[in-house]
């Protein structure tokens, strides 16, 4: 028992540091201030092209600007939303919420998705109506609009490209504005079309085509924002891997109840009990092992039990089917 006690203790330290160095790499790479500027140049720029789109979208009759403008708008709120999220992951851990508040990062980035899937649900309907019912559009606004969509879009999601690989939260950001980058392309397109060809039928055809679009990209953010909800191992982390790295350290006999799971989209937790024939308190054997979590497999939380596996009181969580 003490050996867990002092495992607890070391580590939570180990890890609260931990937390709050890899928080400060995926959420700001350069210091404090890089993605805060990203988050209120975006959201500024996005706020403004969304206001001058939903108007040109009316002038010109054109249902792929108001769809757009209705899809930016949403963005508008996802990126606020991811913003609020990094700012409460900042916040330290109170006697209440004990790990903080990391895992509202994991909840902005499941409602970007759900978000994301309604804007589709609605263009589409939308589209569909249009397509039975075809208007004339007024095109050199359509394309105009869509052009400076692409310029504002794509400058955002430059912004948001390196710490997607790190963050699912600035990963969401970051598809957000390169499918909108994508879209005003696709919108520019069809502009061109139709003032070509005349034919009417190719802007709601081409708001299909960004629904399919958004939903290809918006899938994965989902498939993988639920997993994190649901405490699933992280992507990035090979269970596997860990489990034999801790099997396989001098003394340690078996491992058990190994549970990996994520405190917020950038810091990750491990429990697990080790039986070691010779547990004893051994303060410089855990700092190396939860140091090599740390250093090896990004696991900055790591909390170990020793046992030592004799005697009458087997552990109650030794079998694989107790959680």
């Not at 900042?90 to 978000?115: C, D, E």
């Not at 520019?188 to 079309?193: D, E, F, I, R, S």
Request: aromatic share 6%.
């Amino acid at each position: 028992m003490s050996g867990h006690h002092h495992g607890h203790d070391c580590n939570h330290d180990h890890g609260h540091d931990h937390g709050h160095s890899h928080g400060g790499h995926a959420g700001h790479s350069h210091g404090p201030a890089t993605y805060d500027r990203a988050f209120a140049i975006g959201i500024a720029l996005n706020l403004g092209f969304v206001i001058v789109e939903a108007l040109a979208g009316i002038f010109s009759h054109s249902l792929s600007l108001l769809a757009d403008a209705g899809h930016n708008f949403s963005d508008v709120f996802s990126l606020v939303l991811a913003w609020g999220a990094i700012w409460l992951t900042r916040r330290r851990p109170s006697k209440n919420r004990t790990y903080g508040m990391g895992r509202s990062s994991i909840l902005a980035s499941l409602t970007n998705a759900v978000v994301l899937l309604i804007a589709i649900v609605m263009i589409a309907g939308s589209a569909l109506g249009r397509l039975m019912h075809p208007q004339e559009v007024e095109t050199g606004t359509m394309i105009w609009v869509a052009l400076i969509g692409i310029a504002i879009n794509a400058g955002t999601a430059v912004m948001f490209m390196r710490g997607g690989k790190d963050d699912i939260n600035i990963r969401g950001a970051y598809l957000h504005m390169a499918a909108d980058a994508l879209i005003s392309a696709g919108v520019v397109a069809a502009g061109v079309t139709m003032s070509v060809t005349q034919w009417m039928w190719i802007d709601p055809v081409s708001s299909l085509v960004i629904c399919a679009v958004i939903a290809a990209g918006t899938w994965g953010l989902l498939r993988d924002s639920t997993d994190l909800a649901m405490d699933a191992v992280p992507r990035n982390i090979d269970r596997q891997a860990v489990e034999n790295y801790l099997s396989g350290l001098p003394g340690v006999s078996a491992v058990h109840d190994l549970h990996i799971w994520p405190l917020s989209t950038t810091s990750i937790a491990l429990t697990a009990h080790l039986v070691k024939a010779d547990a004893i308190v051994d303060d410089e054997w855990l700092f190396g092992v939860i140091g090599e979590l740390k250093t090896r497999f990004k696991i900055g939380h790591a909390t170990l039990q020793l046992e030592n596996g004799r005697g009458s009181h087997e552990c109650k969580l030794a079998s694989e089917e107790v959680i």
